[in-house]
């Protein structure tokens, strides 16, 4: 828990997410129109989008069972009967005039997010509810000097909206909590999770309250975040804002602000509005929508591994230590490269490759997992030949950048450059005895009680080998010679 200090006392963050996710669907909500990114504008709109007079919104199932499938994922009560209510405002973007979402019956209730934080410690969060909502189009404003056009492409694409529990109390908690809801909805196919892209988009409400008090303040609400990076740093500046308010006898107004990414501060947009604003009631185009067990039970049985059963699995099967397993897990295909490297190999060293010196290297290069250079069979194969001695450990790192850079097998390059471990006792010996005769003084101080001596030995001997030398063996010679 991060406190932040102010001149009259220490004052604690009090955070609540509502995010906006994108369903992986072809079709929108309640029309066939298309949904694929990209397409030229006002290409995939229907008249239903298009708010045409008489014109009626038919379900789309898949969206309906993605939701489920979310909120089974979020092991969340879903509920059998939720009701799509009318959210009316004005909007260029907006023809109809509303948009039709779900407000007090949401087809999602109370579920759970497991926060994996950095210091190995994980916490709950609590998820509100998820419901259905449609998206609004985009009004371009940037196409002409003194016109704004609208695109319809978007209107109409299903969102699902996931509200948390205020019960987050760091830049810290909020950033795990979006990267690992992300990481849910990739795992379950249901948004692809995009932030830059746009299909998973967040808001941030935030309000401060004294150390120790247990009542909350009054909220702030930053709409549209679209980075992790930037909530961390929209809710760092938030904070600190409204602490100097505080401080000085202000009060917090409830609004909604802006974050500004080239100022790196927030900036009020509007005074925030309430629910009756939007009058919102049960739309009379749709009967509530109704969900069988049979659909529901189906849905569950074709749930994937999650991330924490699959980081529960890690840390038994493989003996990880939880942080370096939900390092694994966070990708489904860094997972399952980890799997395929472990397989019938030493699980913690493996993992150890796989998070330090792959994830290292491919960071530099600026690649992603499935852009490796090298495969899981080529990074198990410098492992084995570390397990069954062929070379050290501090030799195979060589060997991995080589291979990073040449795409050679790991044998190859041990074979080609010689760089295979000297196990010969004879040979060890020999080197020792030579280091220890050209340095004779030393071998007296180390004698006389001078014992952090051993490791220049050990150096010179790694050293006079190319590094080469088995470096248990080099320990253990060098000990029997000198006592
Ligand atoms: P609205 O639709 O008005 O934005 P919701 O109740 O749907 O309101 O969502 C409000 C969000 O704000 C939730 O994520 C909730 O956890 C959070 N929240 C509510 N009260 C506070 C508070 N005092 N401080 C910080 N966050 C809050
Ligand atoms: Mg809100």
């Given at each position: 828990?991060?406190?932040?200090?102010?001149?009259?006392?220490?004052?604690?963050?009090?955070?609540?997410?509502?995010?906006?996710?994108?369903?992986?669907?072809?079709?929108?909500?309640?029309?066939?129109?298309?949904?694929?990114?990209?397409?030229?504008?006002?290409?995939?709109?229907?008249?239903?989008?298009?708010?045409?007079?008489?014109?009626?919104?038919?379900?789309?199932?898949?969206?309906?069972?993605?939701?489920?499938?979310?909120?089974?994922?979020?092991?969340?009560?879903?509920?059998?009967?939720?009701?799509?209510?009318?959210?009316?405002?004005?909007?260029?973007?907006?023809?109809?005039?509303?948009?039709?979402?779900?407000?007090?019956?949401?087809?999602?209730?109370?579920?759970?997010?497991?926060?994996?934080?950095?210091?190995?410690?994980?916490?709950?969060?609590?998820?509100?509810?998820?419901?259905?909502?449609?998206?609004?189009?985009?009004?371009?404003?940037?196409?002409?000097?003194?016109?704004?056009?609208?695109?319809?492409?978007?209107?109409?694409?299903?969102?699902?909206?996931?509200?948390?529990?205020?019960?987050?109390?760091?830049?810290?908690?909020?950033?795990?909590?979006?990267?690992?809801?992300?990481?849910?909805?990739?795992?379950?196919?249901?948004?692809?999770?995009?932030?830059?892209?746009?299909?998973?988009?967040?808001?941030?409400?935030?309000?401060?309250?004294?150390?120790?008090?247990?009542?909350?303040?009054?909220?702030?609400?930053?709409?549209?975040?679209?980075?992790?990076?930037?909530?961390?740093?929209?809710?760092?500046?938030?904070?600190?804002?409204?602490?100097?308010?505080?401080?000085?006898?202000?009060?917090?107004?409830?609004?909604?602000?802006?974050?500004?990414?080239?100022?790196?501060?927030?900036?009020?947009?509007?005074?925030?509005?309430?629910?009756?604003?939007?009058?919102?009631?049960?739309?009379?185009?749709?009967?509530?929508?109704?969900?069988?067990?049979?659909?529901?039970?189906?849905?569950?049985?074709?749930?994937?591994?999650?991330?924490?059963?699959?980081?529960?699995?890690?840390?038994?099967?493989?003996?990880?230590?939880?942080?370096?397993?939900?390092?694994?897990?966070?990708?489904?295909?860094?997972?399952?490269?980890?799997?395929?490297?472990?397989?019938?190999?030493?699980?913690?060293?493996?993992?150890?490759?796989?998070?330090?010196?792959?994830?290292?290297?491919?960071?530099?290069?600026?690649?992603?997992?499935?852009?490796?250079?090298?495969?899981?069979?080529?990074?198990?194969?410098?492992?084995?030949?570390?397990?069954?001695?062929?070379?050290?450990?501090?030799i195979a790192k060589d060997v991995?950048?080589?291979?990073?850079?040449?795409?050679?097998?790991?044998?190859?390059?041990?074979?080609?450059?010689?760089?295979?471990?000297?196990?010969?006792?004879?040979?060890?010996e020999k080197t020792i005895d030579?280091?220890?005769?050209?340095?004779?003084?030393?071998?007296?101080?180390?004698?006389?009680?001078?014992?952090?001596?051993?490791?220049?030995?050990?150096?010179?001997?790694?050293?006079?080998?190319?590094?080469?030398?088995?470096?248990?063996?080099?320990?253990q010679l060098l000990k029997k010679?000198?006592?």
């Amino acid at each position: 828990m991060a406190y932040i200090q102010g001149t009259s006392g220490e004052w604690e963050m009090v955070i609540g997410l509502e995010v906006h996710a994108q369903v992986i669907s072809n079709a929108k909500l309640f029309s066939g129109a298309s949904t694929t990114f990209g397409a030229a504008p006002n290409a995939q709109v229907s008249f239903v989008d298009a708010a045409f007079p008489g014109m009626l919104p038919v379900i789309n199932e898949t969206c309906v069972e993605q939701a489920v499938r979310t909120g089974l994922g979020l092991k969340a009560q879903i509920n059998k009967v939720s009701v799509f209510d009318r959210k009316n405002y004005f909007y260029a973007d907006l023809p109809a005039g509303y948009q039709i979402s779900q407000y007090t019956q949401p087809i999602v209730g109370k579920g759970e997010i497991l926060l994996d934080l950095a210091d190995g410690t994980t916490r709950t969060v609590g998820i509100t509810r998820l419901h259905l909502e449609q998206d609004a189009g985009k009004s371009l404003h940037d196409q002409s000097p003194n016109e704004t056009y609208v695109d319809l492409n978007r209107s109409g694409v299903a969102l699902m909206e996931i509200v948390s529990e205020p019960d987050m109390r760091s830049g810290e908690e909020a950033g795990a909590y979006l990267k690992k809801l992300r990481a849910i909805l990739r795992y379950l196919g249901t948004c692809d999770g995009n932030m830059e892209e746009g299909s998973m988009r967040c808001d941030v409400n935030l309000s401060m309250r004294r150390k120790g008090d247990d009542t909350f303040g009054t909220r702030c609400e930053i709409k549209n975040v679209n980075s992790i990076r930037f909530v961390q740093q929209a809710i760092d500046y938030e904070a600190h804002r409204q602490v100097e308010v505080l401080e000085s006898g202000g009060v917090i107004v409830q609004e909604t602000r802006l974050w500004d990414t080239g100022k790196g501060i927030t900036r009020s947009m509007r005074s925030k509005e309430d629910a009756h604003d939007y009058r919102y009631f049960p739309d009379p185009d749709l009967l509530p929508l109704v969900l069988d067990d049979a659909m529901i039970e189906r849905v569950k049985n074709t749930l994937p591994e999650l991330p924490d059963e699959k980081k529960a699995r890690f840390i038994q099967d493989y003996g990880l230590k939880p942080y370096d397993a939900s390092v694994l897990v966070a990708e489904k295909t860094s997972a399952a490269f980890f799997e395929a490297v472990a397989k019938g190999r030493d699980g913690k060293l493996a993992a150890n490759w796989v998070t330090v010196e792959l994830f290292g290297a491919l960071n530099k290069l600026g690649k992603t997992i499935d852009e490796s250079p090298l495969s899981a069979d080529a990074l198990g194969g410098l492992i084995d030949l570390i397990t069954d001695e062929t070379i050290s450990g501090r030799i195979a790192k060589d060997v991995f950048e080589e291979m990073v850079a040449t795409g050679k097998a790991a044998k190859d390059i041990v074979e080609e450059k010689g760089l295979k471990q000297i196990t010969d006792t004879s040979a060890i010996e020999k080197t020792i005895d030579d280091i220890l005769a050209a340095n004779a003084d030393k071998v007296a101080e180390y004698k006389g009680g001078k014992e952090k001596l051993f490791g220049f030995f050990v150096g010179q001997a790694m050293k006079a080998t190319g590094g080469k030398a088995n470096p248990g063996m080099v320990n253990q010679l060098l000990k029997k010679k000198l006592s």
